[in-house]
């Protein structure tokens, strides 16, 4: 069993900043990669940052800039620090983390948390 517990999310003015957390935790071998998701009202959901277990990151292009992914490999942690957001943010960020279990070191499973909702104001 593998559990992702996000935190951070919340009601924020336009301009504003929050910090998301996702804590990875269970029979986890090794983890490949941890990012965070989003999906707004009436869309898919999208990619927002990922974060490799070598250091590569990607993000999407609306949130260069404003958005920075960091992870604390000893916690098996990862955290969005969201700045200057603007009322299009507004969505539920989903974490999730491409892993291998201790059940199956060698198979590769993504696991995704329950959401955060992120609302901004304008």
């Known amino acids: 069993q593998v559990q992702l517990v996000e935190s951070g999310g919340g009601l924020v003015q336009a301009g504003g900043s929050l910090r998301l957390s996702c804590a990875a935790s269970?029979?986890?071998?090794?983890?490949?990669?941890m990012g965070w998701y989003r999906q707004g009202p009436g869309t898919q959901r999208e990619l927002v940052a990922r974060?490799?277990?070598?250091?590569?990151?990607n993000y999407a292009d609306s949130v260069k800039g404003r958005f920075t992914i960091s992870r604390d490999y000893a916690k098996n942690t990862v955290y969005l620090q969201m700045n200057s957001l603007k009322p299009e943010d507004t969505a539920v960020y989903y974490c999730?983390?491409?892993?291998?279990?201790?059940?199956?070191?060698?198979?590769?499973?993504?696991?995704w948390g329950q959401g955060t909702q992120v609302t901004v104001s304008s």
């Open positions: 999730n983390a491409a892993l291998r279990t201790t059940a199956q070191p060698m198979g590769n499973s993504r696991y």
């Open positions: 269970g029979s986890i071998f090794s983890i490949n990669a």
């Open positions: 974060i490799t277990s070598g250091g590569s990151i």
